[in-house]
Structure formats: C-alpha cells, structure tokens
C-alpha cells in the first residue's frame, strides 16, 4: 500500500525557519511527482511546490517562490521542504501528494494527485 507521512511541524516566529518531511513507501520513489500543498481552515487547498523525482524539475507557487526548497533524498524516500523568512500567512496544514508520472512535462501539465498524507501543521507567530 502507498503511504505518505509528514512530520516536522511546528511553532515558529516570524522571519524564522523550519524544515517538514514527507516519507514515502509502497511505490517507486525515484519515477514520481511529488507536491507540497497547504491549507487553512476555510480556505482552498493550495499548492506550494511539486518535483519529479526523476530529474529534480521543481516549480513553486508565487507566494513562497525564494523562500521554500523542495527536495528530496531518494535513498529514504523522503521528500523535504525547506522554509525560510517565514511569515504568518504561511501558517497553515502542510500536506504532501504523490501522482504518478514518466516525465517532468507530465509531472508539469498533468499531475493527478492520487495519494496524500494526513499533514504537518506549520505556525508561524510571536
């Protein structure tokens, strides 16, 4: 079976840093697209930055883009975001997906999120 699991979450001040996790199992890691979506109660899931596993394509959302990092580390099947200078709209659950795809223009244009973890909370505040 496919899963997904998040952990890294935290509490942390504005301007600061932090760093969530995502492991994989049940599927092949290292041909996938994987994303990092957020959400806040009452609002639209959004999407904050995907990779293709198979060549480290990235492509992150306006609203983080120089501040995150998607990553990876393929021998754990971990996929990784770091979040610096964060501010406190980026509060929010952190929830990472996986769609199964053969190419960056796939993973691109035509990402089909099939599996989700259960989220991270992230807070930002003083």
């Known amino acids: 079976d496919v899963d997904l699991m998040e952990s890294g979450g935290d509490l942390v001040q504005p301007g600061g840093s932090l760093r969530i996790f995502c492991v994989g199992s049940?599927?092949?890691?290292?041909?996938?697209?994987m994303g990092w979506f957020r959400q806040v109660p009452g609002k639209e899931r959004e999407e904050v930055a995907r990779v293709f596993t198979g060549g480290g394509q990235t492509r992150y959302a306006d609203s983080v883009s120089g501040r995150f990092t998607i990553s990876l580390v393929d021998a754990k099947n971990t996929l990784i975001l770091q979040m610096d200078r964060l501010k406190p709209e980026d509060t929010a659950m952190y929830s990472c997906?996986?769609?199964?795809?053969?190419?960056?223009?796939?993973?691109?244009?035509?990402?089909?999120?099939?599996?989700w973890g259960q989220g991270t909370q992230v807070t930002v505040s003083s």
């Open positions: 049940g599927f092949v890691f290292s041909r996938s697209c």
């Open positions: 997906a996986r769609s199964y795809t053969g190419s960056w223009s796939s993973c691109d244009l035509r990402a089909d999120w099939d599996y």
